[in-house]
């Protein structure tokens, strides 16, 4: 599962995607450079002790001593002074997100990882780990007890099974202490405490510090979708206006209407490929209740063995029909150089798509201007439209058991967690850590590389997004979930025998983990499912 989505990653910045994203982000650099002060302490505004300075809007990133930020780098001063900070952190991270650490952004400014250094008298030390590998790697350290890093980091979801191996450190005590204002309501996670609870923490306990922002997120062509003989054609043949549509009835009606493979055009390329596909699985079946279709029951048995769980699947697989002929083997450096061509009407993606994409710098793409972003399709229930998408992948930062130092490690978590540092951070292109805090939304500088139409969906997408399974045995439930979604795109199986399929592998899984614990992980987790509703209209 995950190893698929590990090379697709690989394989986007090893091939052509490695030339798009570049030159998507050289293409959004200069549109900040602007030469500005020099780097230097006194260049902080007012009553700041600490932040970049160098470039023009600074300051939106500087903060006074009582804030996240100043309470972290006052306490690792702290500890320094004590002689009991580390002369160095030690930081295992992808290597396609070292860059928006170790790289200026904008012109003029120090590097995040250069003014941590600068602030607190702490180096860090920054591992890469092969794209996609950092779970394998996490988990290496952790079995050889190698006590290689300070700092994990990797998918968000592995938080339960790493918690339960005790190789990650409980930060509870550390958070209370140092004050990390997550549910900030102006600043921090989207929707508050829920969103720290689907984030950072697993059974009702904080493991980790959010890093990014992986919610999946739609697009469509404008320029297909605003087409005067377009809408004549489609209200001709389906009744109503053509436009980015709600529902999951509607979105087929689209995807039917745009489907022209003789014309190098596919009505929606929302993935279907194993590690990946089940995600948007996810998002037809978790809609077919009110406010949620939950995967398990309070009594912990599995639900997707019923009538919503093989009605999503039929509707899966019935969709591959508005796909690429080899859909089933897409991952997303297909997905993202398909779209690039002008080759798909609507797609599901990584909320990075238009940075890269709608993006002048990136003479690759045809669709520079010509995307939208739009909520995911729902369903009408009781007189409510049930919307939802899914967090996958998501880089988190975890505290090592094997930390000399794991109150220091948190600090510079919490730093770089915290809403002025990470919506610089998010803001840089040189790697793919994405904006997720309330604050990023509204950041202009992310804004600008985002695009302002897309921060605006994405920050609504978040409030309606389910997590993916995060208890231990997360890898084994997803695993039995995909093989046997595969199984029923290829024909294999039949929806139904594909849901009873997985159902029993489920049930054994649960007797493995544990059922009394899988039960607790189960109800804990409940408390982060969203809970919006929107109106019929």
Same mark, same amino acid.
């Given at each position: 599962m995950s190893h698929l989505i590990r090379m697709s990653r690989r394989r986007l910045l090893a091939s052509g995607g490695k030339a798009a994203v570049f030159v998507a982000a050289t293409g959004i650099a200069p549109q900040f450079i602007r030469p500005g002060r020099a780097f230097a302490a006194d260049a902080l505004a007012p009553g700041m002790i600490g932040g970049p300075t160098g470039f023009d809007g600074a300051e939106r990133y500087q903060y006074g001593a009582d804030t996240p930020e100043g309470r972290a780098v006052e306490a690792a001063k702290a500890l320094k002074a004590a002689g009991k900070a580390p002369a160095k952190i030690v930081l295992g991270l992808s290597d396609g997100s070292i860059g928006q650490l170790t790289k200026p952004f904008p012109a003029g400014a120090p590097s995040i990882k250069d003014l941590w250094e600068k602030e !607190?008298?702490?180096?860090?030390?920054?591992? %890469?780990?092969?794209?996609?590998?950092?779970? !394998?790697? !996490?988990?290496?350290d952790i079995s050889t007890k190698g006590g290689a890093y300070d700092?994990?980091?990797t998918e968000w979801n592995r938080l339960g099974d790493l918690a339960e191996t005790?190789?990650?450190?409980?930060? /509870?005590d550390f958070a209370a202490k140092h004050k990390p204002e997550w549910d900030d309501p102006k600043q921090g996670y989207v929707n508050g405490a829920k969103g720290v609870s689907l984030l950072n923490q697993y059974r009702g306990s904080t493991y980790g510090v959010s890093l990014d922002g992986d919610f999946q997120t739609w697009v469509y062509r404008t320029d297909l979708f605003s087409d005067a003989a377009e809408q004549k054609a489609f209200k001709d043949k389906y009744g109503y206006d053509l436009a980015p549509p709600k529902t999951w009835k509607q979105h087929s009606d689209v995807a039917a209407f745009f489907q022209r493979p003789d014309k190098g055009l596919f009505g929606s390329t929302d993935l279907r490929n194993q590690g990946w596909g089940y995600t948007n699985w996810y998002q037809r079946y978790v809609s077919m209740a009110s406010p949620n279709q939950f995967l398990f029951g309070d009594d912990g048995k599995p639900l997707i063995n019923s009538e919503q769980g093989i009605a999503a699947t039929k509707e899966y697989v019935e969709s591959l029909a508005h796909h690429s002929p080899d859909a089933i083997s897409w991952g997303w450096p297909e997905q993202y150089g398909n779209f690039a061509k002008g080759g798909a009407a609507m797609t599901c993606a990584f909320?990075? &798509?238009?940075?890269? &994409? /709608?993006?002048?710098?990136?003479?690759?793409?045809?669709? !520079? %201007?010509?995307i939208g972003s739009m909520l995911p399709p729902g369903r009408e229930i009781d007189g409510k439209l049930i919307s939802r998408s899914v967090?996958?992948?998501?880089?988190?930062?975890?505290v090592s058991s094997q930390s000399k130092?794991?109150?220091?490690?948190? &600090?510079?978590?919490?730093? &770089? %967690?915290?809403?002025?540092?990470?919506?610089w951070m998010s803001a840089n292109p040189g790697g793919y850590l994405d904006p997720f805090r309330l604050s990023d939304f509204s950041d202009p500088l992310v804004r600008q590389t985002y695009h302002a139409y897309h921060m605006d969906v994405v920050r609504e997408t978040v409030a309606r997004t389910v997590p993916t399974i995060n208890y231990p045995g997360a890898t084994a439930f997803h695993n039995a979930l995909d093989e046997n979604l595969v199984a029923s795109l290829t024909k294999a199986k039949t929806p139904e025998q594909a849901m009873a399929d997985t159902e029993r592998e489920w049930k054994k899984i649960a007797r493995r983990i544990g059922e009394d614990k899988l039960l607790e992980a189960i109800k804990t987790n409940k408390e982060a499912w969203p809970t919006v509703l929107d109106p019929i209209s």
């Open positions: !607190t008298g702490i180096q860090i030390e920054i591992v %890469g780990l092969p794209n996609g590998q950092e779970f !394998t790697k !996490t988990m290496q700092i994990y980091s005790g190789g990650i450190a409980k930060l /509870d909320s990075n &798509l238009p940075k890269f &994409l /709608d993006n002048a710098g990136n003479k690759d793409s045809a669709v !520079t %201007g010509k967090l996958w992948f998501s880089l988190t930062g975890m130092n794991p109150e220091a490690a948190y &600090l510079l978590l919490q730093w &770089l %967690g915290s809403a002025r540092i990470y919506a």
